[in-house]
């Protein structure tokens, strides 16, 4: 196993974990927006939109087929990687306005 391949392991098995203690707390609290399932998807957003960085300039990396600035084997950022962590960081925004509103809620009722 590769350099690549231990930190895509690193990274999945860090989502998963993230996402585990998240699922705990909203079977605990009853709630589904929460001050933690915000950090939990910022902190999943955040690592893999880190590891898009830094995964192919480790040994083993493979291209994906959509990289960012290109040069012979040099590439600077995985596409692919990139745009799932903006994805999740944007869909961060939309949970916090759902938490927001369930909080508005709450204190109306």
């Not at 990274?11 to 707390?25: D, M, S």
């Not at 927006?33 to 880190?50: A, D, E, Q």
């Not at 960085?53 to 600077?76: A, M, N, W």
């Amino acid at each position: 196993m590769g350099a690549c391949q231990f930190a895509k392991m690193v990274v999945l098995y860090g989502c998963i974990l993230c996402c585990f203690v998240f699922l705990l707390k909203i079977e605990i609290n009853k709630t589904f927006f929460s001050k933690l399932l915000v950090r939990c998807i910022r902190i999943i957003g955040g690592i893999v939109t880190t590891a898009s960085f830094v995964l192919p300039r480790l040994s083993g990396y493979e291209d994906s087929g959509f990289t960012i600035i290109s040069y012979g084997s040099f590439t600077l950022i995985d596409g692919w990687t990139l745009m799932i962590g903006i994805l999740l960081l944007i869909f961060v925004g939309i949970i916090k306005e759902g938490f927001s509103m369930q909080n508005e809620l709450d204190e109306v009722l």
